[in-house]
C-alpha cells in the first residue's frame, strides 16, 4: 500500500530520504555549502517517487537554504547558534542531528541541557505526527532538566518561552533564536 502522507515512522523509504537528508545537511553545514544535500536529494529525485516523497525533498531542501544562508549572514559558528536557526525553520530532526554530537561529548551540565534541548526537538517531532503522549513524556524531560540547569543555559535563547510552551505542549513551536544584527 503506497503512503498517503511522508511519515518517517510508518515509511521506510520516508525514513530513509529524512535520515539521508538530515545526515547530508549536517555535514553541508560544516562546509558551509549544500553541496551534500542536493547530492542526496539527486539520488531520490533520479527515482521515479510519488508526490509525497518529492514534496517533502522540495521543502526540506528550502528550508535548508534559508538556514544556511541565515547561519552564513550571522557568521554563527557555535553549534548551539546553529541548532537555533534550525529550530527556528522547523527543522526539528536537523536540530536533534545536529546537537547529538556535541551532546555525546559533553559532560556534567552541559550534557543534561544539550540532551533537553534535543527532547525539546523531539517534542515536536512528535507533535508533528500527531503522538501526543510522546511529545507529552519528552517535553517533560525536556522542562524539568532545563529548568533544573536554568542558570546554565547559555542566554541565546529565550528559555522561558520555551518552558512555557512545552509545559502547555503547545503545538506551535516557539521562535527561539534572538535576533542580533549582522
Known sequence: MAATRFDPFADRLCRDIRNDLSA?????LARQDLAPVEAAAAGFLSRDLPGLYRDYIAARLKKYRQALALIQVRRLDSTLARALVLWDEELFFEV???LEPAWLAA???EKMILQALIRAAGTYVQLERGNLEGARKMAARAQATLAANRAAVPPLFDLDLLLDKLGRLDPMPPRLRKETPP
Open 24 to 28: 547530508a545537511f549536517v555535514r553541508g
Open 107 to 109: 559532560v556534567g551540565q
Open 96 to 98: 536533534h542531528e545536529l
